[in-house]
């Protein structure tokens, strides 16, 4: 059996049978939307990284009825061998962007590479905005109205 598989590569495995070897091909198949599971799960489980968005064309295919839960806000090029990935996301506040983007770009290229053996050429990271978390202590102050 072959180590690397691609999107329409023939493996070919040998049965050993009594007398001769038989050998059964079979084509394997990637489809964009694995990819883009595993480098959606991938970039998530990075530090710093609040969550995945939408660019502009997914966010009108998901209100138009085409639900990616998984795959949301990642876009998959192939070509043959080769694949490039954009990655949309949103960063918490406070993280320094450019480490953050560094460790999710390592982190997808290496999830994609190891989990599917095609090569991946590019891995895009888009920072469409920051998120401020939620339970930072609020101060509050309270006044006495006399009567």
């Known amino acids: 059996m072959s180590d690397k598989k691609e999107k329409n590569e023939e493996v070919v495995e040998e049965v050993n049978t009594?007398?001769?070897?038989?050998?059964?091909?079979?084509?394997?198949?990637?489809?964009?939307?694995?990819?883009?599971?595993?480098?959606?799960?991938?970039?998530?489980?990075?530090?710093?990284?609040?969550?995945?968005?939408?660019?502009?064309?997914?966010?009108?295919?998901?209100?138009?009825?085409?639900?990616?839960?998984?795959?949301?806000?990642?876009?998959?090029?192939?070509?043959?061998?080769k694949v490039t990935v954009d990655i949309f996301v949103n960063v918490k506040y406070g993280v320094r962007i450019p480490d953050v983007a560094w460790a999710a770009q390592t982190a997808v290229k290496n999830a994609v590479e190891n989990m599917t053996g095609l090569e991946v050429v590019a891995v895009n990271i888009n920072v469409q905005g920051i998120i401020f978390d939620k339970n930072e202590e609020k101060v509050e102050v309270s006044e006495k109205v006399e009567e």
């Open 18 to 81: 009594t007398e001769e070897k038989v050998e059964i091909a079979t084509n394997l198949n990637i489809s964009e939307d694995v990819i883009g599971i595993i480098a959606g799960l991938a970039a998530s489980e990075v530090e710093g990284i609040a969550g995945m968005t939408l660019g502009f064309v997914d966010g009108i295919n998901q209100i138009l009825g085409s639900s990616k839960k998984y795959s949301k806000g990642v876009k998959i090029e192939l070509d043959g061998k």
